[in-house]
């Protein structure tokens, strides 16, 4: 059976300390009220994609060690299916939020899934990063990424080919890294010379996009960030999901800025990452219809 997702960035254990007054500083300690364990790095999308309603996977290599079983059990919980490999060790990240942003530590043993373990599930979609896209099968969309650690790298180098990509998605500081250019708007606009849509978001400012749909700039959702950790990731699962019901550009962006915006009023992301039925509640409140109906002849045939 196909999926509608497959999420194929490497995925983490998250430990967060949550209650923190701020952010340690060499020397010092501080004290946070709670230690939080969630899935983390492309689990949270996966976890995102199944909680809307999408048959998701994770093909990530998660390790046999007791990190990776605990993992693997909270991606059961959420109806995450795994089809990756087992390895020694599981990646780990350290999340301590404060002040509206977040610090991390992460510990990556560096595995990497290959081409024919993501081929393996016949995934409609795909999130992929930039390094990662010569992983995509052949057919799948594909809805691009990028982090912070390969966004440093590819600074001021030029990017591989991008015309085959669905979405590009980066956040500000990505976009600015990506093209050198410090405003949203132009760097977008640059992003979208190699990408049929380059989409910008801006934390608490929405988010922009321009490509072959044209340009739209959806302004944010007014909340009390706690934890921004995995605001990303949950936009990219909101977004694959309104482009699987087939909803036009601002819409898609809509759908995307409310549900990673509910994301960050508490700790950890897949705490915040609602249900479908909370989603589409908060979605009426803001103006939204919803894009879910019966599926097609033609959906159920590719099921």
Known sequence: ??????????AFLDLTFAGLEGVPRPGEERLANDLLRSPGGGAITAVGAARLGLSSALVSPIGTDPVGELLLGMLRKDHVRFAGRRVAR?????????DGDRA??????????????????????????????????????????VGDVDA????GRPLPELSHVRALLVNEREAEMLTG???????????????????VTLAERGALATGVE???????????????????????AAYAWADRW??????????????AALSVRVATAVAGAVSLKALLEEGVEHGLTSPVREPSAAMKEEQ
């Open 1 to 10: 059976m196909k999926v509608d997702l497959a999420c194929a960035e490497p």
């Open 90 to 98: 599981t990646p780990l990240t350290v999340v301590m939020p404060a």
């Open 104 to 145: 991390m530590a992460t510990f990556d043993p560096g595995e990497e899934v290959t081409a024919a373990e993501l081929a393996a599930v016949a995934p409609r979609a795909v999130v992929l990063s930039i390094p990662r896209l010569r992983l995509a099968p052949a057919g799948a969309h594909v809805y691009a990424t």
């Open 152 to 155: 440093r790298a590819l600074s």
């Open 181 to 199: 250019l410090a405003d949203p708007e132009r760097a977008a606009q640059a992003l979208a010379r190699m990408a049929p849509v380059a989409v």
């Open 214 to 236: 044209g340009t739209v700039h959806i302004e944010g959702v007014p909340v009390e960030a706690v934890d921004t950790t995995g605001a990303g990731d949950l936009f990219a």
């Open 246 to 259: 087939g909803e036009a550009l601002p819409e898609r962006l809509r759908w995307s800025v409310l549900y």
